[in-house]
Every structure is written in C-alpha cells, then in structure tokens.
C-alpha cells in the first residue's frame, strides 16, 4: 500500500465512510478507488485519470487537492500529452450531428427557364421574319382568293384589348414559380425556428446544473475537447449509459439521445470540454475556473 492510499484510507475510515458510499459520491467506480487505497495505479484508465480520480476522493473527504498533490504527488504517474482514438463503441452506437441545411429557393431555376424561352422565342422570330423578307413580292391575304376572311371573328375586340385579356390571365408556370417559392420561404422559417430551439437553465445544486428540453424533441449532444478530461452520460438512476476513457484533446463525440428523458454529463474538466445541444452552445451556468468538475443535466420532464 502506498503511503498516499493509506493516507487517504485513514481519513475515509475516520469519516465512517464505506467505499460503496465513496462511489456514490464521487460516482467513480469501486474497484479504481480500492486500487488508489492499494496503490495500484496501472489498474486505473490513465495517469490524467488516475489524477483527477485522486482529485474526486479528496475533496469527497474534504481535503485539499493541491496539498495531496504536493505531499504525495511523486507517486503518481504523470500523464503523457497523446492523442488517443475515440473508443469505437461509441463510434458505432451513436450517429454523427448532422445540421440542418435550408433548401435553396426554386425561383431562380424558375427565371432561368423563362429567359431561355424568351431567347428561343425571338430566334424564331427573327428567322420567321428573315423568311418574309426574302418573299416581299408574295400577295396579300385579302388579294389571295383561297383564304377568306372572317368579318365576324373578335368583333367589337381590338387586338390590344385580346393582348391585355390574355396577359392578365396567371399561366400555370407562373403559379407553379409562387407556390414553389412561397412554399421555400415557410420551409426556411420553420427550419430557423427549430433552430432557435435551445435548453432552458433552470437551476444550480452542488455543481449539478439541469436545463428544461420538455419542448424539444431532439436531444443530439456534442462533446468537443481542447484538452483532457474525463466524460461519462448516466441516466436519472445514475447508471451510466457510455463513458469515454480513451477522449483526450482534439476529440469530439457525437451523440444522440432523443429517445432518452433524462440525460446527465458527468464532465471531469469542465475547462476543456465545450458542449453543444441541438447544435448551440451551451454556458456553463458555473465558471469553469472555479468549479471544474461539472454535471449538465438535460430532463425533458423537468418541473
């Protein structure tokens, strides 16, 4: 036994804590803080761990964590500043964040089309009217004795009267371009108002901060590390749905729980993990300078 893990030995027993308790406590498991009391660092995840699991029992006894460090800090590993893979469980389990992307507007497909028509129409017209002028010396419908000449026909309409009538008549292309944009502008409106959707802060209890989902339908977390820490999720009972031993700086985790009520990130390093709910940041409702290891609840049943 080392003289760390007797130390911190002593002061458990002297509070008539059992190690169950300091499990519930400091939500580490059992068996890594038998092997601190046993100095049996290699049984630990790492030697961030390992400090940060020491760090938790400490101030779970209400010791200082820097005196602990500097009285018996040589005994502990020193962590070794590697990149690491993310565990591929997690890979596996849980599909990326994907944001959601507007639908670009079909108007201009629309003007495209039209312009081109026009363009079309007046190279017909110009060759047809090329064609005329190579035959100027051909009759007149009314001296041409096979064409006759309906008097009655759009009697009492001018031709510009028949224009007008016909240009203020709505074609089906023309109706089809404002639907298809009118229905553009709701789409894009209904995407940024789902996008404004964020977390109501509630309240703060011991480090334990819940926010209010109860509106949202979906629950998709991102997890993006500048430096090492420990991360797990638990459920309300405080099982714990996935941890990730392996993260280190430079990772980011994905995750998706939408089918879920009620989720708790339990964030060892709250200085190096930025959170990211339905794709918006979330604040740490307490500094990360003065409060590093932090719980973020998210219940979608919240009073």
Partial sequence: MSELGQFLKTKREEKELSLEKMQEITKIQKRYLSAIENGKYEALPGAFYT??????????????????????????????????DLPSRAERTRPKVQKK???????????????????VAAGVYLVVQGADGGNSGGVSPEDDPSIEVDSNDNSGISDEDAGNEEDDEPTEDSREAEEDENGSIEKEDEIEEAENEEPEFLSTDNRRSTFDVSGLDEMMIELELSGDSYLDVQDKNGTILE?????????????????????KLNIGNATAVTVRFNGQVIDYPIDPSEAVHQHLIFDKQAE
Wanted: glycine fraction near 6%; charged fraction near 30%.
């Fill in 243 to 263: 941890d990730f031993a392996g993260v280190s700086e430079g990772d980011t985790v994905e995750l998706d729980y939408s089918d879920e009520d009620y989720v």
């Fill in 101 to 119: 992307k507007k639908r670009k507007s079909n108007v201009f497909p629309v003007l495209m089309g039209i312009l081109f028509f026009v363009v």
């Fill in 51 to 84: 400090r940060a699991f020491v760090k938790s029992y400490a101030e779970a006894l209400a010791l200082d964590p820097d005196d602990i460090f500097e009285t018996y800090g040589g005994e502990l590993p020193q962590p070794k500043q590697q990149a690491t």
